[in-house]
């Protein structure tokens, strides 16, 4: 099946989906109390394969209109670190919102991580936990009170499930679910785990064989986990990125000259590098976008730096006023609605997002 066809379709000529059939409620929708989310799916074949939703937000309310909302639905999010793992989770909660506006929502994650600011700034709550990083190689001496800290994070995220009492847990990766979804399946709660990329990670490998329902991207990914768990369902893109922004707003936001200029043969690259930066797009941007800026004067320039590398850009990067840099681009609805074109790594959750918003792209 081609990957147009697990990904949400857009109006930029992505290959629709077929229509949703409600008919039969999937088995995952049993892991759910009360049963609110059958409009989430839409169809069974071989390998349980149900697309996304669709970007159509007329057939979103039709949808929803014909679920009942529930008072007591309540759902704790687990996944942090970078903004692969944090954003297919703030993307199902979006979906669960319009589903159910009455639902309650938890975000947990590290207080120093990414995950702090990103997910309250999408408009849910967060609670933090003990960071559990596993260093590289497994056997490192910094592994060594690995266990206690595990053991330590475990009891506050038991603690933290029992009083909220989730219906479902949903884990996206990263160390920061480890704990939290580990606790879940000790506490006997519905555990889940989305995964973004077409290899997994160790913390969501190890999930897999607690988790009641494991959603993947890919078809390769299913090798990777217990195969009568797995769901090829796509990757999740959030409300905000699929939401229609006009170019010009867009660009007002980042460049307020360039509407004031009446340019209208202005041209916008998106740079991203990841939500923790890539050395070598930095490296490359670092030495070709000044001259890229003296040469085409209708040139802007949107450069996502990531968290790590932006102090240092920042002190070798000269300001112009056709240049935006940023160590991390929480209104990537405005970023991408402002680009011509992306430059990117060729991340899981970006990959997605660009194929979401249809825009020519350039993939490292």
Same mark, same amino acid.
């Given at each position: 099946m081609?990957i147009s066809?697990?990904?949400?379709?857009?109006?930029?000529?992505?290959?629709?989906?077929?229509?949703p059939?409600?008919a039969?409620?999937?088995?995952?929708?049993?892991?759910?109390?009360?049963?609110?989310?059958?409009?989430?799916?839409?169809?069974?074949?071989?390998?349980r394969?149900?697309?996304?939703?669709?970007?159509?937000?007329?057939?979103q309310?039709?949808?929803s209109?014909n679920v009942?909302?529930?008072?007591?639905?309540?759902?704790?999010?687990?996944?942090?670190?970078?903004?692969?793992?944090?954003?297919?989770?703030v993307?199902?909660?979006?979906?669960?919102?319009?589903?159910?506006?009455?639902?309650r929502i938890l975000?947990?994650?590290? /207080?120093?991580?990414?995950e702090s600011?990103?997910?309250?700034?999408?408009?849910?709550?967060?609670?933090?936990i003990?960071?559990?990083?596993?260093?590289?190689?497994?056997?490192?001496?910094q592994?060594?009170?690995?266990?206690?800290?595990l053991?330590?994070s475990?009891?506050?995220?038991?603690?933290?499930?029992?009083?909220f009492?989730?219906?479902?847990?949903?884990g996206?990766?990263?160390?920061?679910s480890?704990?939290?979804?580990?606790?879940?399946?000790?506490?006997?709660?519905?555990?889940?785990?989305?995964?973004?990329?077409s290899?997994p990670?160790?913390?969501?490998?190890?999930?897999?064989?607690?988790a009641?329902?494991?959603?993947?991207?890919?078809?390769?990914?299913?090798?990777?986990?217990?195969?009568?768990?797995?769901?090829?369902?796509?990757?999740?893109?959030?409300?905000?990125v699929?939401?229609y922004?006009?170019? /010009?707003?867009?660009?007002l936001?980042?460049?307020?000259?360039?509407?004031?200029?009446?340019?209208?043969?202005?041209?916008?690259?998106?740079i991203?590098?990841?939500?923790?930066? /890539?050395?070598?797009?930095?490296?490359?941007?670092?030495?070709?976008y000044?001259?890229m800026?003296?040469?085409?004067?209708?040139?802007?320039?949107?450069w996502?730096?990531?968290?790590h590398?932006?102090?240092?850009?920042?002190?070798?990067?000269?300001?112009?006023?056709?240049?935006?840099?940023?160590p991390?681009?929480?209104?990537?609805?405005?970023?991408?609605a402002?680009?011509?074109?992306v430059?990117?790594?060729?991340?899981?959750?970006?990959?997605t997002?660009i194929?979401?918003?249809g825009?020519p792209?350039i993939?490292?």
């Amino acid at each position: 099946m081609p990957i147009s066809q697990l990904l949400p379709p857009t109006s930029h000529g992505i290959h629709p989906l077929p229509p949703p059939n409600f008919a039969k409620t999937p088995p995952f929708l049993k892991l759910f109390s009360p049963p609110s989310f059958s409009c989430l799916f839409s169809h069974q074949i071989q390998l349980r394969i149900f697309c996304c939703l669709a970007l159509d937000q007329t057939s979103q309310q039709n949808c929803s209109a014909n679920v009942e909302p529930s008072d007591d639905l309540r759902v704790v999010f687990a996944g942090g670190g970078t903004g692969g793992h944090i954003y297919p989770a703030v993307a199902i909660a979006d979906e669960i919102k319009i589903i159910n506006p009455n639902a309650r929502i938890l975000f947990l994650g590290t /207080a120093h991580g990414m995950e702090s600011t990103a997910v309250p700034s999408a408009g849910y709550d967060f609670d933090s936990i003990p960071a559990v990083p596993l260093a590289r190689p497994l056997f490192s001496p910094q592994n060594i009170l690995l266990p206690y800290r595990l053991i330590k994070s475990m009891i506050q995220c038991y603690s933290r499930l029992r009083e909220f009492d989730p219906h479902i847990v949903v884990g996206t990766g990263g160390y920061v679910s480890f704990p939290v979804c580990l606790a879940a399946a000790l506490k006997g709660l519905k555990m889940v785990i989305q995964e973004q990329n077409s290899v997994p990670g160790i913390a969501n490998w190890v999930l897999s064989w607690f988790a009641d329902q494991v959603f993947v991207a890919f078809n390769s990914s299913i090798d990777y986990f217990p195969k009568h768990k797995c769901i090829v369902s796509g990757n999740p893109v959030r409300l905000s990125v699929r939401r229609y922004v006009s170019k /010009a707003a867009a660009r007002l936001h980042f460049f307020p000259s360039y509407v004031n200029s009446g340019n209208l043969e202005a041209k916008v690259v998106l740079i991203l590098g990841g939500s923790l930066g /890539a050395n070598a797009i930095n490296i490359a941007m670092l030495n070709l976008y000044y001259q890229m800026l003296l040469e085409h004067k209708n040139l802007f320039i949107i450069w996502q730096t990531g968290v790590h590398a932006f102090d240092e850009m920042e002190s070798l990067v000269k300001n112009h006023p056709h240049l935006v840099l940023s160590p991390f681009l929480h209104n990537m609805d405005l970023a991408y609605a402002a680009a011509d074109l992306v430059v990117s790594r060729a991340g899981a959750m970006t990959c997605t997002e660009i194929l979401a918003t249809g825009k020519p792209s350039i993939l490292l």
